[in-house]
C-alpha cells in the first residue's frame, strides 16, 4: 500500500477503559500498529455503526480517525489522537513512600 492519509476505527475497550483499535479481521487490539486501515471514509464509518450496535460488550463509543500510513506505520494526524496512540505526555509520577506515608510505617 502506498504512503497516503486513511482511516482507522477505534474505540474503548468495555473492560478497562484503554484505547481499541479495529483490526483487518474484525477483533480489537491495544495497539494502534495493528489497526486495519480503510481507504475510503465511508466504509469506516460504516464499520462504526455496526460496531457500536454489535459490540457493545467488547468495546465502546467507536469513531473513525484519519491517519497517515507509510512504510507500515500509522501515525494519526491530530494530537489529540497522537497523545491516544502514545501515552500521556508528561511522566508519571509514583507516590513518595520516603515522606511519612502509611505504606513505609512512619
Keep these: 500500500m502506498s504512503a497516503a492519509n486513511r482511516w482507522v476505527v477505534t474505540a474503548k475497550f468495555t473492560d478497562d477503559g484503554s484505547n481499541a483499535w479495529r ?3 474484525g477483533s480489537w487490539s491495544h495497539r ?3 489497526a486495519g486501515l480503510y481507504t475510503a471514509e465511508a466504509a469506516a464509518k460504516a464499520q462504526v455503526a455496526e460496531s457500536a450496535t454489535k459490540e ?9 480517525i484519519e491517519v497517515y500510513a507509510a512504510d507500515g506505520t500509522i501515525d494519526p494526524l491530530t494530537a489529540r489522537e497522537r497523545i491516544r496512540a502514545t501515552g500521556p505526555t508528561i511522566r508519571l509520577r509514583r507516590p513518595d513512600r520516603e515522606r511519612g506515608s502509611k505504606a513505609d510505617g512512619s
Design 23 to 25: 483490526r483487518t479481521d
Design 32 to 34: 494502534l500498529d495493528d
Design 56 to 64: 457493545q460488550r467488547e468495546i465502546t463509543d467507536p469513531y473513525v
